[in-house]
């Protein structure tokens, strides 16, 4: 299997726009998920494929990705957005799942 | 709407089984494939094991050889049968649709709490 890996804590001001990254090499050949996860609940897909949010998910929320690396971008950020985020992708072999470790995103 | 709702978890000692179930509502399961997805306390989200709508099943190497996933098509319902529990498998275990392409994950249950200790 392979890894991906964040940035284990990131912080933003209010209203300001911050990037968060996973790197793996799985993800020169495939696409990275995004999950919201705050204290308590589960988490929420907010982005996947190449820059799709599913519905309820605010525009303020997007993915990119560049040769090793898939990016969620959070434009404007919200007290609400306060959260961990993990990405996920395939591994190597397409069969598996991996997740990256988290990073936790502090709104100041 | 759609639903996931799991049970089954609880305090089994190390070496002990437990059979996590994932009753699903507003969608068939046997339509969609199905995941299991674990989170250590304190800890990130871990992929554990993945049913195809064509019955495929793949493992993570950390359960593999230990866990069992399925599906009851009639129930509408998921499973997870573990078997010789670890103190290292301990963890909220969650269950998940999958849409699209491998991986994606668009509903998920509320979690139900698995815990290893003698």
């Known amino acids: 299997s392979s890894e991906l890996t964040q940035d284990p804590a990131v912080s933003v001001a209010l209203g300001q726009t911050v990037r968060i990254t996973c790197q793996g090499d799985s993800l020169r050949s495939y696409y990275a998920s995004w999950y919201q996860q705050k204290p308590g609940q589960a988490p929420v897909l907010v982005i996947y494929g190449k820059n799709n949010r599913p519905s309820g998910i605010p525009d303020r929320f997007s993915g990119s990705s560049s040769g090793n690396t898939a990016s969620l971008t959070i434009t404007g950020a919200q007290a609400e957005d306060e959260a961990d985020y993990y990405c996920n992708s395939r591994d190597s072999s397409g069969n598996l799942v991996v997740f990256g470790g988290g990073t936790k995103l502090t709104v100041l | 709407e759609v639903q996931l709702v799991e049970s089954g978890g609880g305090l089994v000692q190390p070496g002990g089984s437990l059979r996590l179930s994932c009753a699903a509502s507003g969608f068939t399961v046997s339509s969609n494939y199905m995941s299991w997805v674990r989170q250590a306390p304190g800890k990130g989200l871990e992929w554990v094991s993945v049913?195809?709508?064509?019955?495929?099943?793949y493992y993570a190497d950390s359960v593999k050889g230990r866990f069992t996933i399925s599906r009851d098509n009639s129930k509408n319902t998921l499973y997870l049968q573990m078997n010789s529990l670890r103190a290292e498998d301990t963890a909220v275990y969650y269950c998940?649709?999958?849409?699209?392409?491998?991986?994606?994950?668009?509903?998920w249950g509320q979690g139900t709490l698995v815990t290893v200790s003698s």
């Open positions: 998940a649709r999958g849409v699209g392409w491998f991986g994606v994950f668009d509903y």
């Open positions: 049913i195809y709508s064509g019955g495929s099943t």
